[in-house]
């Protein structure tokens, strides 16, 4: 069914394939090259390796279902194409997670070294494999063409102004959906004896935090909604397949640190968040297709 709302042409189970095929190569790099990068381990990985394994496979299908369909709306070349999809997969996947992570968290930088180097190893080789095996659809629309429809009509002014906007409501958002779910979170931020390292910043952080982090949000949505070309709502589901996807879903899966009532808290929080944000960046920069494709 989503895959019809999002006008995807390929038959289901060739594309089921596929994203179970990158699932498990997703999981053999990241135990590859945590065995790789292992002379940066500080602390042993919590957690069942077996089961570790099954998880970061379910992971790597999720991934794959999200960026493959990214993946056949870009007419870039392959290895443009794979920077594309990496971008996406590591900014929002990892690195816009980890600045906030720094300020969430008591835990040593240096112990987030280990996990940098095979993260990013693996992200590279996903999102090669992913423009691979998702090639684009339309290859008569180049990208740059795209583009250019895309960020034609408004001026560079607009375009800032728009994406500053898009990316500060990102704030109200997230705090908003912080508060509901706090009854069942803030415990976990706040009992060191749970061994979880976390903790919560003051507002003179975390209001400057999120406007950042939505901010680069934007910035890296506006490329995968130039080459969508989708109606406003399938773009909304679009984006939030992205943001909580690639962002928060895949990521909380194989987290075995966290208890699970901690991970599908923050999961379902980030879903929200990311749909509600997607509708706000759509209906700031007004970019979203006026006819059916």
Known sequence: ???????????????????????????????????????????????????????????????????????????????????????????????????????YSTTPIYVFYYD????IATHIVTAAVIALLFPPLNDTDSAITQLKNFFSGHSTTWWIFRVLIAGALYFPIYFAFGLVVSPIVVPYYTDPALGLELTIPGFEVMIPLGIARGIIYVLVLILPMAMAKL???????????????????????????????????HGLEITADSFFHSLVIVKVLDKFSKEQI
């Open 1 to 103: 069914m989503a895959l019809k709302i999002l006008e995807y042409p390929e038959k289901l189970s060739d594309f089921f394939v596929k994203a179970i095929i990158i699932g498990f190569i997703y999981a053999i790099c990241i135990y590859g090259f945590r065995f790789v990068f292992q002379f940066l381990q500080v602390r042993p990985i919590p957690g069942n390796p077996l089961l570790g394994f099954v998880l970061e496979v379910i992971a790597g299908v999720i991934l794959a279902l999200v960026l493959g369909f990214v993946s056949i709306r870009c007419t870039f070349p392959f290895v443009t194409r794979s920077i594309f999809v990496f971008s996406i997969l590591f900014i929002i996947g990892y690195a816009n997670n980890f600045v906030e992570l720094l300020f």
């Open 116 to 119: 940098f180097a095979f993260t």
């Open 231 to 265: 109606e406003k709502w399938k773009l909304v589901l679009y984006l939030t397949a992205i943001l909580a996807g690639v962002g928060a879903i895949a990521g909380f899966i194989p987290l075995q640190l966290w208890p699970i009532a901690l991970r599908v808290t």
